[in-house]
């Protein structure tokens, strides 16, 4: 039977679900706290009851996997054990592993927002593949491992309004909650109500299995930030979401979210292998006076008035179009360093530190990356 509720009673249930209702296990993350369905809160629909992982996790790990296969720069060495992790529980089992085995673990998502060293990683990559998400009346919630678009392309599709600033946004939305990933004047973190986390510096139950640390956080104690969470700050890893959308038209809801797909591809150098933006935009308050006076007419609202770095970039003297191996800056798009073919990590992270030297050097400002690099 589904029961159709008003958004309040929606939320009083909702309230009262998460708070009193006991897990029934579906989100695979603690066996202690619950992902979206409860008896309180009826959903259209069930959730695939995800498997259990084997009892030995090490021989699922694949060996000596080439990063540059799992990240959008086609960059990056090989990672000494590779794992994919359907759910959250295969993914504690496989950091318990790796915790037993002394190996360096990272997550990965769709890598659309790192830079991998040619040496690789010298432990494990747990890429994160749950991709189940739901969605009842006006909410969703979503694993980590499913895709930002695929959201973006299902709440367009029932006239939920929400994700549209997200069309053509590459990565999971894992990686968008844990770096608070923002366009067009929107954020992840505008529709979030809750985000469940685990926090990997726990022993992961090793001994004492209720050590397990999954948390749920509030929006407000998610310490959203721009291109940053509580999540990020602490190295928590996000496992899955709940977030509170609004009906509206589908037909201009899905518009809004084409029009921007059709942006980045007119204005992104899509064609070849990148990481997005390299560097944060600035603050117009972090920038001195006079910079800001010169880019005045460029400056945006995004999500706070921001000078967009491409801009700066393509104003500072050789930086246009300069190569180094095979990264270049983008004429297209400042911002973007491309991969013209077989380029390293080490020529893109020589490019960075001139890029930020030439800036320094012309306007006295201190440009950040919005990249992360693994090594
Ligand atoms: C063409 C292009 C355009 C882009 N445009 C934008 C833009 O407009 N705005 C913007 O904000 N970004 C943009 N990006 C960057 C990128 O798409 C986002 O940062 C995205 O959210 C990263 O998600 P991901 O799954 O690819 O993360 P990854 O690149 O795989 O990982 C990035 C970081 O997130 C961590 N991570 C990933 N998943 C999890 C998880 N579940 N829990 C904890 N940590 C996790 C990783 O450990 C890593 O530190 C763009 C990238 C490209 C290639």
């Not at 769709?110 to 040619?118: Q, T």
């Not at 004492?208 to 509030?218: I, P």
């Not at 992270?349 to 006295?364: A, E, P, Q, T």
Request: aromatic share 10%.
């Amino acid at each position: 039977m589904v029961i159709q509720l008003s958004e309040d009673e929606a939320n009083f249930r909702l309230r009262k679900w998460y708070n009193h209702v006991p897990c029934k296990d579906w989100c695979g993350a603690s066996g202690e706290t619950c992902g979206f369905l409860g008896r309180e809160f009826p959903l259209r629909g069930k959730l695939s009851r995800p498997d259990r992982p084997p009892s030995d996790m090490a021989l699922l790990f694949k060996k000596k996997v080439l990063l540059k296969n799992h990240t959008t720069f086609r960059i990056g060495g090989p990672a000494k054990c590779f794992y994919e992790a359907k759910t959250a529980k295969h993914l504690i089992a496989a950091l318990r592993k790796a915790r037993e085995l002394k190996l360096p673990f990272f997550v990965l998502g769709e890598g659309s927002n790192l830079l991998v060293s040619d040496k690789g990683f010298n432990g494990l990559v747990v890429k994160i593949q749950d991709s189940r998400f739901k969605i009842q009346d006006s909410y969703l919630w979503a694993a980590s491992g499913v895709s930002l678009s695929t959201l973006v392309r299902e709440t367009g599709k029932r006239g939920l309004s929400g994700l549209e600033w997200a069309g053509g946004l590459p990565g999971t939305f894992g990686g968008a909650v844990f770096g608070n990933a923002g366009a067009f004047g929107g954020e992840t973190k505008d529709n979030i109500i809750w985000v469940e986390a685990l926090d990997p510096h726990t022993n992961f139950g090793m001994g004492a299995s209720k050590n397990l640390k999954v948390k749920r956080f509030t929006k407000a104690q998610c310490k959203f930030g721009y291109r940053t969470s509580i999540f990020k700050e602490r190295g928590w890893l996000v496992l899955s979401a709940l977030l509170s959308l609004k009906r509206g038209d589908k037909k201009a809801i899905q518009g809004v979210a084409l029009a921007h797909i059709k942006q980045r591809k007119e204005r992104g150098p899509l064609e070849y292998p990148n990481a997005g933006s390299i560097f944060k935009n600035c603050k117009v308050t972090g920038v001195p006076k006079k910079v800001a006076g010169m880019f005045k007419g460029v400056i945006k609202e995004d999500p706070f008035p921001v000078i967009p770095t491409a801009a700066i970039i393509a104003k500072t003297p050789g930086l246009m179009g300069i190569k180094i191996g095979g990264a270049q800056v983008s004429k297209k798009h400042p911002n973007f360093i491309i991969n013209t073919g077989g380029a390293k990590a080490i020529d893109v992270l020589s490019l960075i530190n001139l890029v930020k030297r030439k800036v320094k050097k012309s306007f006295g400002v201190d440009i950040a990356e919005e990249i992360r690099y693994i090594e």
